[in-house]
């Protein structure tokens, strides 16, 4: 094989590892996007199951001293 031939091959390797790096690199990003979404509406969920509702109209306005 000559020196020209070794050296298309190579070229030609080196851009297929740059292509498949960059798919994974992709691959990897959306991976950790999805996590994170799916953390962050975990954590909304949570926070809005333990916050308290809002009392009825007309309740929660006064303080009943009798009580």
Do not use: F
Request: charged share 20%; no cysteine.
């Amino acid at each position: 094989m000559t020196q020209k031939g070794r050296s298309m091959d190579t070229d030609l390797a080196m851009q297929m590892v740059t292509m498949r790096t960059a798919a994974t690199r992709g691959s990897v990003q959306m991976a950790v996007l999805k996590k994170t979404h799916d953390l962050e509406a975990t954590l909304l969920n949570t926070l809005l199951q333990s916050a308290p509702a809002a009392p009825p109209p007309g309740q929660g306005l006064k303080i009943d001293k009798q009580a």
